[in-house]
């Protein structure tokens, strides 16, 4: 028996009893005749304490102890002199009377700290040493929490968790897949899944009404910031359902966790938008809704005043900022600077100060008068001692760059508090995205998403049009989830494989055994999926997904601590019957 | 809404009532001017009345309806005149007013009953509508139970589940992996794990001192029965911990997964066998020990009476058959050619009647005198009645067939009754195996398991004595988990590949991120993984892991619904840096 106690439990209750405590040695120090050791586990810090004076031989041997060694010892419980009421265990120590090195440690290359002083690159390649670190333990601790609590909801609301395939079929449309060669399959490759849409939407075939599973989902993507090759997903599926079934039931989801998990009881139905409006008020279809600021359209109150950029521009819209007609020259500048990047490619910015006197000051005093600008406050529903801030040009790149100043606004603002959450539903998406390089839709969602049914008319004369039963939550400007209805009527599906460019023979190719499913009783169904990574992350209050991952990759997806990906032997190579291309051995 | 109830839970209590149902008619017969319809879903079947004089239109139309055609109807609960107190709904029917096809459905190529009439490749091929069976839905719907009390007794117990990586490093050691090629980094590949055993171990080392997983875990071998190339495992390890810490804890899972998924108490301590015992006294390392009939070895009281069998045998053992002294010539024929079958590879079979008079009747008469025979009962504890049955020759290759013939003889006594569990912990296996083909040893478990204590001392001058802190558990004979208590000190890791014939080298490439781990204060630890299909269908009664898996893949690896492994495009061979080699395109 390694221990009789964890190092976060004792306390005063404890005082007088023998224990044995096993952990790491976090650090040391000596005042006086005495040494203090605090002992670390997942569970806490105890204080040992050491007495020179009383026995000096295990003191000294205490001394010796470096940071990090891993140590069992043996003591009495005793009160504290000067207590640290932070801590559980912080009105006790213990008086030790035997240590017992498990194993000893070379200095580690970064301090086990919560703010470290190891970079990224170090701390990715000795992640069993970040990993000790109580930060990371805290995001591993509330993700573990999220999974227990997601499962015991839907297990609740009769959901089965059912596990699909890793090694499935590789399919062209969306993502590149990651393939595995299959060596008793010689020149065949399995796929490993992006999601496993086309399993759960066989297994509401199959009548399994309500599924669920926490499931690893994997995209060879150039990685951008925040995306790992392989994710986490809590992915959902219902069938008899429709859009509003899978709203009601996944916002109590939402609820659940929130409750649960961080204490906030969200009473409120969440609120819903559709994507039109998301994209002309917060210029994005993820809208931060912690704050409002909402983006104003003014190209009607603007034009013919002889402002040759309003003049030619297709659309000038504005943000309202509360409160800011004071804004310095300075700040000003820098909000144009923050525009003008090459990311958010505004020409310029012009802004208009509703002086808190009544006067107005603005970059184009001379085109518009006072009466001008009073038409523009009223329709940005400004107040005197406001700042309106406009930007013009394209109207879906100037919405794009406004909605980026509006974020930055409200982050300069303090707006986005890490601890307010504030979801919303984004509703009615469109069905499919033309793409101007390859000059055909794609589909917005997936193929296998419903349109409207008022919208169905349009399928031919003009699919961008068209609608889908599409679904987004958003959080704080985070998509964490997403789902739609799904088609279940074969002949619809071949229609949309159609128009999303397939031929008869390649939609068979690849998707013949899920229009196949369709033809022996397909039930209306529909569901939603989470990023699970992403999703912690948000509730830690962390920006990284990375932080949330306990082994993530880098950008070039690799392992730094297992050094992988790596080379394989040449007899491997021969068994699966391939070979490395010369040029790149 | 598409139902107000499902089609499992109407009963007296709901008559009068107006419904909603939707559900797959899985028959429809006719009764004089009546129709009856079963409704099926998930949760169970409805009967739909339909009455040909009150509604000839509505009648007709119900029976055009379809085997598996989705349907929704409306109408009342009644009160059924004859009941079926078999199933929940048996005693209420519902009389429709409206019908609504959500899907017609073709003929399906097998029924959808638990004793269905599809063989094995079509109902792979065809495997959403094999699912629709209530026999594969219990399966799936116990698998999902086991999954959450496994969950819920690992988080009380103050467990994380922590999730490891699916694209990690290949190792030679151990069966083959799959692979991944990186197409980031042209000419290197992922393997998927066949275990996270590393990661865990990391874990340790970071201090998450209690670990586990529900985890898919990827062998590419060539298949033999109840064989997958993608499981799943529950992967367990705990810090600071000995093996008799390990035991009490995984004994409580295993108990409280009997408990609260089959309503099975079970309060005595599983019984303990070491792997010596288990060899010796049953003939292999996981014995059925839901009956007796030990092994015994008579070979010192056989030898010396003229029968050259037995006098050239390096061993004879034999077991002993509670009252079948009275078995047939045929009987007695069937076992022997059943042991001589090339898979047993007996030479021959020798039997001992001691009849219920008290006179013994033997293959051997000539060689044996009673008084012989006798000797040879007492040793087997046989009594007047029962049947002696002995084999002889090559020690290993005996004990084996003694315990395919005691399995077999098991199975006739009707000893072998799925619904009794007979768990048990296999101790003190040996560290290393012997490999005469390569002359060299083996990892029994893996390089990672710890010598016992007391062994240690024979690493260099006696390998193969040396005893490992590893275990199995065993329920009827089926070893659903096994683990070890693992090495935590790098200078014993290195021993050890050292032993397994690694040279340095190859050892800090493989696994020089694990011994690297060490230096930095590494805890006592070790861990326990279970096959949680095998545990699964070991607790639904099945015999094959097959059936307990949504989707699994055939004895050549393939998928035959969605037709994988396939081949994939020109381009995607070229964007991953590989070929396929010509003589297999």
New interface residues.
């Given amino acids: ?3 009789t106690h964890t190092c976060g439990e004792l306390n005063l209750t404890n005082v007088g009893q023998k224990v044995v405590l ?1 952990g ?1 040695v976090q650090r040391s120090r000596e005042l006086g005749g005495m040494t203090f050791i605090d002992l ?3 569970y806490g810090i105890t204080q040992l304490a050491f007495n020179l004076e009383t026995n000096a031989e295990l003191c000294s041997e205490a001394r010796k102890l470096g940071r ?3 140590v069992q010892v043996e003591g009495i419980v005793t009160e504290r002199h000067s207590k640290n009421l932070k801590i559980q265990t912080g009105e006790i120590e213990i008086i030790v009377d035997k240590i017992n090195i ?5 200095l ?1 290359p970064f301090t086990i700290e919560t703010e470290t002083d190891g970079g990224e690159e170090l701390r990715m390649k ?4 970040d ?2 670190r109580y930060v990371m ?1 805290d995001a ?2 509330l ?2 929490q999220i ?2 609590e997601a ?1 015991k909801y839907l ?1 609740n609301e009769e959901f ?11 399919t ?1 449309e969306g993502a ?17 899944p992006q999601s496993p849409q ?2 759960k939407q ?2 509401m ?5 309500k599924y669920f599973q926490i499931v ?1 989902c ?1 995209r ?1 993507e ?2 951008r910031a925040d995306r790992q ?2 994710f ?1 997903q809590i992915d959902c599926e219902m069938a ?3 859009q509003e ?1 899978i709203l009601v039931m996944f916002e109590g989801l939402i609820k659940h966790l929130f409750k649960e998990v961080l204490d906030k009881k969200m009473e409120e139905p969440f609120p819903r938008m559709t994507f039109e409006d998301a994209m002309s008020f917060y210029g994005n279809d993820k809208p931060d809704i912690r704050f409002g600021m909402k983006i104003h359209d003014i190209t009607t109150l603007t034009k013919g005043k002889g402002f040759k950029v309003f003049d030619d521009a297709a659309y000038i819209g504005g943000i309202n900022a509360n409160d800011c007609s004071e804004y310095t020259r300075k700040q000003l500048d820098e909000l144009t600077a923050f525009v003008t990047r090459p990311q958010i490619g505004a020409k310029g910015l012009v802004w208009v100060k509703w002086n808190a006197d009544g006067t107005f000051k603005s970059t184009i005093d001379k085109f518009y008068s006072e009466e001008d600008l009073k038409k523009w406050a009223e329709m940005l529903k400004s107040k005197p001692g406001d700042l309106i801030l406009i930007l013009a040009g394209e109207r879906k790149a100037t919405l794009k760059a406004l909605s980026e100043l509006r974020l930055e606004m409200g982050t300069r603002l303090g707006l986005r508090d890490k601890k307010t959450f504030a979801p919303l539903w984004v509703l009615d998406f469109p069905l499919l995205e033309w793409d101007e390089d390859t000059k055909r839709f794609y589909a917005m969602h997936h193929p296998f998403t419903s349109p409207k049914a008022e919208d169905t008319q349009y399928l031919d004369s003009d699919p961008g049009k068209v609608r889908a039963n599409a679904y987004d939550l958003v959080i704080n400007g985070v998509e964490v989830g997403g789902g739609s209805i799904r088609i ?2 074969q002949h619809l599906q071949q229609k949309m494989f159609k128009t999303l460019g397939f031929t008869e023979q390649d939609a068979e190719i690849q998707f ?2 899920l229009m196949n ?8 169904h529909g569901g939603i999926a989470f990023g699970f990574d992403r999703l912690t992350a948000l509730f830690a209050g962390l920006e990284s997904i990375r932080d949330v ?3 993530p ?1 880098n950008n ?4 730094l ?9 040449q007899q ?1 190579l021969e ?7 010369k040029d ?2």
């Fill in positions: 028996m390694y221990r096993s790491w670390r586990d997942r990090e060694y891993v498990l194993n000893p440690a070379e580690p000795y992640r069993y040493l990993l000790r333990r591993l601790m993700r573990h999974a227990q499962r297990s089965l968790e059912i596990e699909t395939p890793v090694m499935i079929k590789s062209p590149r897949d990651f393939v595995v060669p299959s060596r008793m399959n010689p020149g065949q490759f399995y796929a490993l086309t399993f066989l297994l075939v199959a009548g399994y009404d690893k994997f060879d150039d990685l090759p392989e986490t008899f359902v429709e079934d279940h009527d013949g055994f499913a369709f033809r022996y009783g397909a039930p209306p991952i306990a082994f990759k070039s997806g690799r392992d601590m297992v050094d992988t990906p790596s080379e394989i032997s491997a068994e699966l019957s391939i070979q490395v291309k790149h051995k």
